[in-house]
């Protein structure tokens, strides 16, 4: 018998309530006892490498001296960056940095910054330790005065680094950086701004930071699996295997693209290039999701779809709605049929979501396996945002070699006279910086593995 790959939500739930952000001892023993050990079963990280670590230990060291306040930029490509790098800096950072003869004045950690909708889908787990380790959760596409007063507070109070990441969620790839949000580099600028008009002369310094991934002989195997897994959804035939790898990614691809294309209405002409075909299922997709919520089609792609986003989740899960229990059964089964429509939106918007970072050519046959691992993962994701599935449905390859590569700081705190000068200007150029300090420890990376 048939089951569906995804059930529909069907019931509107009351507010997910999370207490303020604290550091509680027993949750950072807790995370000691357990970090390591979901970290290898949910991401199938074995080890942890760390490149670059002078730039790593002189923020770090700078930063719980009280001499820097520091924003570790962080890049977000596979999901479970934030979990890895608060174990690193929690429980590994200070062992590494004392035996290169570095002696930080405190224990190492960092208050990393999330959106509200992860304490939303995460479960119970998440929503005990996130707010237990200090983390602080923020509203994407909403005002949120208080959220961001509590991260203004976190940078100019310190010492502990901040830790976001300027993608603004996952983005699918490392060897490239598809796109990346002002938000630190704004934030960043605002903060140096008033420790200045202060009378502080203490710098506001940006850390950027990637992490990549390298696997073995296991992770061939496991890769195998995934590829058998993807073929069997695609209904790629025996003969296919007989090709090239490059040829049956292609072949699953395309179908996959053609069920899409289906689905939305749109004419399949193989013809065209992939790119301009997936273009136009993103573009059906928003339009749909605009249809169902009756939100006007208009804007940039990104505010739109975290503004919807945003809409459905407040329909699923009731913001300030402690209970439902006094709602009339009227207004509660209306609010189920919202919730309801609200998840078949959202389906929508995860086509939209992850096809945008989709729009990358097929891996050559001699392409390095790490990169012919995040493809194929990528494909896979291609397939279950196709059949309504979302990014807790994406599959880990094991075991993996995690690299975590730090780059020079960027100042900001030195560039302020050219903020005041022309704001645009100065955040323009500390986005460029940002983004060829990723290309470096991209570069760094690819040298060096």
Not at 88 to 98: E, G, I, T, V, Y
Not at 283 to 309: T, W
Request: charge should be positive.
């Amino acid at each position: 018998m048939h089951k569906p790959y995804m059930m529909p939500a069907a019931m509107a739930q009351p507010d997910v309530k999370i207490p303020e952000p604290r550091i509680s001892l027993f949750v950072v023993i807790l995370c000691k006892l357990l970090a390591r050990l979901y970290l290898f079963l949910f991401y199938g990280v074995a080890r942890v490498v760390l490149r670059g670590e002078k730039y790593l230990f002189e923020a770090f060291k700078r930063a719980l001296e009280g001499k820097s306040r520091c924003i570790i930029a962080f890049r977000h490509p596979n999901g479970g960056e934030p979990q890895l790098l608060a174990w690193f800096f929690l429980f590994k950072l200070r062992r590494l940095a004392a035996r290169a003869g570095v002696k930080f004045p405190r224990f190492p950690h960092a208050v990393f910054i999330y959106g509200y909708e992860v304490v939303r889908w995460g479960g119970w787990a998440v929503r005990y330790v996130m707010p237990n380790v200090g983390a602080m959760p923020i509203h994407h596409s909403k005002v949120d005065s208080k959220g961001m007063a509590r991260i203004y507070k976190a940078i100019t109070d310190g010492p502990y680094p901040l830790a976001l990441a300027p993608e603004g969620q996952v983005s699918y790839t490392t060897e490239s950086v598809p796109r990346l949000e002002q938000g630190a580099v704004r934030i960043g600028f605002h903060a140096a701004d008033r420790l200045a008009k202060s009378g502080s002369d203490i710098p506001i310094e940006i850390l950027p930071v990637a992490v990549h991934a390298r696997f073995g002989p296991w992770g061939k195997l496991t890769l195998a699996f995934l590829i058998k897994k993807i073929e069997k959804f695609t209904c790629v035939g025996k003969e296919a295997k007989k090709l090239p790898l490059s040829q049956r990614f292609k072949a699953s691809r395309d179908h996959i693209l053609a069920v899409n294309e289906k689905r939305y209405h749109l004419k399949s002409d193989p013809e065209m290039p992939f790119e301009e075909r997936l273009d136009a299922v993103i573009d059906a997709a928003m339009v749909s999701a605009e249809h169902i919520l009756g939100v006007k089609s208009e804007g940039e792609l990104f505010a739109r779809m975290y503004y919807l986003r945003q809409i459905c989740w407040d329909r699923m899960i009731l913001p300030g709605v402690n209970s439902l229990d006094n709602l009339t059964g009227v207004e509660r089964g209306s609010a189920d049929l919202l919730a309801g429509e609200a998840w078949h939106a959202s389906r929508h918007l995860e086509v939209v979501d992850f096809s945008w970072y989709f729009r990358v050519p097929l891996p050559a046959d001699d392409a390095p396996l790490h990169y012919v691992v995040e493809y194929s993962q990528n494909l896979w994701d291609f397939a279950s945002r196709t059949m309504g599935g979302a990014y807790a449905n994406r599959i880990s390859i094991f075991p993996r070699r995690v690299i975590i590569q730090a780059a020079p700081v960027i100042n900001l705190t030195e560039r302020l006279p050219s903020y005041h000068e022309d704001k645009k200007a100065a955040i323009g150029k500390a986005m460029q910086d940002l983004m060829d300090s990723y290309q470096y420890c991209i570069d760094e990376v690819n040298r060096t593995e």
